[in-house]
T-cell receptor
């Protein structure tokens, strides 16, 4: 099966940089996704890495190392609105376009 | 273009009651999913439908049934609700050839 580990909570201040790590165990790896969820809201897609390296989308970047079964989400120039939960996910449980999610990292950004 | 819609937004049931959660998408996606989210547990897949006419069990299917009514609609039914089914339920859909899932706003269900 699949399992993912990520920290339960991370705190940072406005303007700082924060990194949220994710390690995974899976049979048959296709790629690592990241989703953001604000309190009371729906998860929304942030990024996807299928190959090793860094993918950048504005203030957010995501990194993958397939050999280490490890990835991270990097958030720069933090803003208060970045306070949310962040989930990593791998294609998974039943194969066909299904995702197995980590338990999520709550990011708290303070002034 | 509404994306993924879910009804109802909130529901309170008594143990043993039944109900159906509705989900619809207007993005012409083939695959649709039902998840439940519990505090500290992330999102867990209940059932999914890879295409119209097919459904498959996910990680936590017990106590649930689904119907893929047509390409747009995918419903989740609780035949005899239990307090353990108190959760937030999300529906999602995926365009073919990608892993990007688009989520509905969720249904917050409480079973007393």
């Amino acid at each position: 099966g699949q399992s993912l580990e990520q920290p339960s909570e991370v705190t940072a201040v406005e303007g700082a940089i924060v990194q949220i790590n994710c390690t995974y165990q899976t049979s048959g790896f296709y790629g690592l996704s990241w989703y953001q969820q604000h309190d009371g809201g729906a998860p929304t897609f942030l990024s996807y890495n299928a190959l090793d390296g860094l993918e950048e989308t504005g203030r957010f970047s995501s990194f993958l190392s397939r050999s280490d079964s490890y990835g991270y989400l990097l958030l720069q120039e933090l803003q208060m609105k970045d306070s949310a939960s962040y989930f990593c996910a791998v294609r998974g449980y039943s194969g066909y376009s299904t995702l197995t999610f980590g338990k999520g990292t709550m990011l708290l950004v303070s002034p | 273009n509404a994306g993924v819609t879910q009804t109802p937004k909130f529901q309170v049931l008594k143990t043993g009651q039944s109900m159906t959660l509705q989900c619809a998408q207007d993005m012409n996606h083939n695959s649709m999913y039902w998840y439940r989210q519990d505090p500290g547990m992330g999102l867990r897949l209940i059932y999914y439908s890879a295409s119209e006419g097919t459904t498959d069990k996910g990680e936590v299917p017990n106590g649930y049934n689904v119907s893929r009514l047509n390409k747009r609609e995918f419903s989740l039914r609780l035949e005899s609700a239990a307090p353990s089914q108190t959760s937030v339920y999300f529906c999602a859909s995926v365009a073919g050839g990608t892993d990007t899932q688009y989520f509905g706003p969720g249904t917050r269900l409480t079973v007393l």
